[in-house]
Nanobody, 117 residues
Framework: QMHLVESGGGLVQPGGSLRLSCAASGSIFSFNAMGWYRQAPGKQRELVADITSGGRANYADSVKGRFTISRDNAKNTVYLQMNSLKPEDTGVYYC???????????WGQGTQVTVSS
């Protein structure tokens, strides 16, 4: 069974940067795509970026050009580099395969990102 641990969140001013990490206890290689999701206050969880095992990345329009997703299959780790952060990027960020592991019945604890001056 896979276990996911997200880290790297924090409080940052608009225009700042953060790098999130997601460590998986099991192999992520077997999943075609790994994704980063976020849940803003009062909103549903949404997929912001995913990356295939071959390294092809896809982004939500709201983060395109500002966020970069990457993965290290040898380390079972997925990263999200977030630049030019905006207040609307605030939320709890989670990683999970896309589609989500166990049909979305499992999520890690997430990591809080707050963009505020």
């Amino acid at each position: 069974q896979m276990h996911l641990v997200e880290s790297g969140g924090g409080l940052v001013q608009p225009g700042g940067s953060l790098r999130l990490s997601c460590a998986a206890s099991g192999s992520i290689f077997s999943f075609n795509a790994m994704g980063w999701y976020r849940q803003a206050p009062g909103k549903q969880r949404e997929l912001v970026a995913d990356i295939t095992s071959g390294g092809r990345a896809n982004y939500a329009d709201s983060v395109k050009g500002r966020f970069t997703i990457s993965r290290d299959n040898a380390k079972n780790t997925v990263y999200l580099q977030m630049n030019s952060l905006k207040p609307e990027d605030t939320g709890v960020y989670y990683c999970n395969p896309n589609p989500p592991y166990l049909s979305g019945r499992y999520w890690g604890q997430g990591t809080q990102v707050t963009v505020s001056s």
